[in-house]
């Protein structure tokens, strides 16, 4: 079996260098789209950013849930939650609907927006090379070990070890613990989250099951719904041809 | 007289063709420049006006369709038949300009058919994908005898005919499916959406308003094509029908109180937020006063004044719509959409296009007939397709 992989970031070892920036852009030969990259935002050619909180640095990119709005989504299937933990996208099965966009609840997919052949655009843990047995390109560039690539449950593992040996300073949360069902990427830091720009109000539940429920009853519909209008028709037609006949019968009476 | 009336044609003739043009313009700007140019849509806000209107309030208008081949053909509600066709007509039309309007907004329209062989049964838009699909063939089926009648194709209609019921069944049930299907599409958006609008209930608000606003506007095209087409419809039928409204209205207002009540949503309807005086605009023109008037038997049964409830209704749909896929999530993306001229002009032309359809569906097929085929004895005025006024 193999084991899910994926990123734990702690913001406190962050010196906000933007090394991973800059791999992240190399690796996927993105143009460069502003000079300060502290002050870049996600984009279509930008998929990680590293932002500065007054002098908290953290980053943003994909987070790879563990139960993937945009997967779910898809009307066709473009994106996929690989047995590795990366979340990755087809543009060829892609007919742009940007559902994934809407229900991201990390607000990650960028959209060619200028294009007449438009793709979604994001992180996508490298998952080329993680299938090759290396790491990100972001985790290789980081010069001082705040971003890093690893098997899921020892990361978290390693989270929780230096959140309880430094109580001090760390907030006593990971995000992507268990938000929206969990995530590949998990972030520890010295402040609240919201307080660097992640979502505070996402559910624990995983997204999906909220539109499960509804689809789940879409047989029932089908069932009783097909029962209820077969019966209704021939119970009405019936009524209608007694209605008649008894007419026909009065008149007859009448004669 | 004549010249007067001739004024008015020509003005609306001008008018349309205006519209066309500058759609056009809007069209040749989607196609070559793409969504980005087009659009006032961007990563913070994916979904705008052709999502919102052109799809959402379109099925939502077309849904008189399936609503009254329930009635008069389901129930066996006989009397309601002169309704049928019309209705059938501009559910037909209705669908079919949805999909047009689905082309505009996908970013790879020539991918449309992926949905039929690439499946991803998760997905509630895939559920959608489908339903439409087969409800505009089914719709299609539904219109055929009016085809078959106009051509004298009495063969083909008497197979047909065999299988209308199930049909319509069929029909009916993909309906239900898809129009509540419509809200079921933003439960997986339950951080980003006023908590006004968001609730489990969703598909199911989508689906008592869709039946409502379809008897809204069978009402709304009977009083405008007896002013225009001299197709005058009893009046005590379009005042039972809009009891159907009431109802809904009335059920969706109930079940709304209990959920706000029951989730602990009440201070919402206080606090301030960017969404507030538009849910109160809504819930007031869309509910509280046809409500009110349809309660009353003197509008009940007057044409003007039940014209005059069936754009309230209308309207009290439109902006349910707009502001559960618009205003409800502008708290959130702290963006405030608003469409540009190209996605208004586009929506406007798609509009014109459709009206213009209708009108020349009408004027060439027996849609405002209330005989079924039967036998030879069909009558029509001309043999040949009138193709303008």
């Known amino acids: 079996m193999i084991r899910q992989k994926g990123i734990l970031f702690d913001s406190t070892v962050c010196a906000g260098c933007g090394e991973c920036y800059n791999a992240c852009k190399k690796q996927n030969n993105n143009p460069e789209t502003n000079k300060d990259y502290l002050k870049d935002h996600l984009s279509a050619d930008t998929f990680t950013v590293v932002e500065d909180y007054n002098n908290v640095y953290t980053r943003k990119m994909c987070m790879h849930c563990a139960k993937p709005a945009c997967v779910s989504v898809c009307p066709v299937g473009a994106f996929k939650k690989t047995e590795i933990g990366a979340v990755i996208y087809d543009s060829d099965k892609c007919i742009g609907c940007r559902y994934c966009m809407q229900a991201c609840p990390h607000h990650i997919p960028r959209y060619e927006w200028k294009k007449n052949n438009p793709r979604i655009k994001k992180c996508i843990m490298c998952y080329e090379k993680i299938f090759r047995g290396e790491g990100t390109a972001c985790s290789e560039a980081c010069p001082t070990g705040a971003t890093l690539f690893g098997n899921t449950d020892e990361l978290k593992k390693e989270a929780w070890k230096r959140i309880r040996e430094n109580p001090d300073s760390y907030y006593p949360e990971i995000f992507g613990d268990d938000e929206v069902g969990g995530s590949n990427i998990m972030v520890i830091a010295s402040v609240p989250f919201d307080k660097l720009g992640f979502a505070s109000n996402l559910p624990k539940e995983p997204l999906p099951d909220y539109t499960a429920k509804a689809l789940d009853k879409i047989p029932g519909v089908i069932g009783f719904g097909g029962a209820f209008l077969t019966g209704m028709y021939f119970l009405t037609k019936r009524k209608n041809q007694i209605a008649r006949e008894e007419k026909v019968l009065e008149k007859e009476q009448y004669k | ?389």
């Open chain 2, 1 to 389: 007289m004549k010249i007067l009336t001739l004024h008015k044609l020509s003005f609306w003739k001008i008018v349309s063709l205006i519209i066309i043009a500058v759609g056009s313009y809007s069209t040749y700007i989607r196609i070559v420049y793409g969504l980005g140019a087009a659009t006032n849509l961007n990563d913070a806000f994916p979904w705008g006006l052709w999502i919102g209107f052109d799809i959402l309030c379109g099925v939502g208008l077309a849904a008189g369709g399936f609503t009254i081949c329930a009635v008069t053909h389901i129930f066996n509600i006989g009397k309601f038949k002169p309704l049928t066709r019309p209705a059938i007509l501009t559910a037909f039309l209705g669908y079919v300009f949805v999909i047009i309007a689905l082309l505009f907004d996908l970013g790879k329209p020539y991918n449309i058919w992926h949905a039929i062989i690439m499946w991803n049964p998760h997905s509630v838009m895939f559920e959608v994908a489908w339903c439409v699909m087969l409800y505009t063939t089914v719709l299609f089926l539904e219109f055929s005898p009016i085809i078959l009648e106009r051509f004298r194709l009495n063969k083909i209609y008497s197979v047909l005919r065999r299988f209308l019921i199930p049909i319509m069944m069929l029909g009916i049930l993909l309906s239900t499916l898809h129009q509540s299907s419509l809200g079921s599409l933003y439960l997986i958006i339950p951080e980003k959406m006023n908590p006004l609008w968001y609730s489990a209930l969703l598909p199911l608000y989508f689906y008592i308003s869709a039946i409502g606003v379809g008897f809204a506007i069978i009402i709304f095209e009977a009083y405008l094509s007896a002013r225009a087409f001299n197709h005058n419809i009893k009046l005590n039928l379009l005042s039972s029908i809009s009891k159907v409204t009431f109802v809904t209205l009335i059920l969706n207002l109930l079940i709304k109180a209990f959920d706000i009540i029951i989730s602990g949503k009440v201070k919402y309807l206080i606090a301030p937020s960017s969404g507030l005086y538009m849910f109160y605009l809504e819930i007031v023109i869309g509910t509280i006063i046809p409500v009110i008037l349809l309660s009353n038997k003197k509008y009940r049964e007057n044409r003007m004044w039940l014209y005059i409830i069936s754009v309230f209704v209308i309207i009290g749909f439109l902006l349910n719509r707009l502001n559960v896929s618009i205003t409800s999530l502008t708290n959130f993306t702290q963006y405030s959409y608003f469409p540009s001229i190209h996605e208004i002009s586009i929506t406007m032309m798609i509009i014109v296009v459709g009206m213009w359809a209708f009108g020349l569906i009408i004027k060439n097929f027996p849609v405002f007939s209330e005989n079924e085929i039967q036998g030879n004895d069909i009558q029509l005025d001309s043999e040949k397709l009138i193709l303008s006024k």
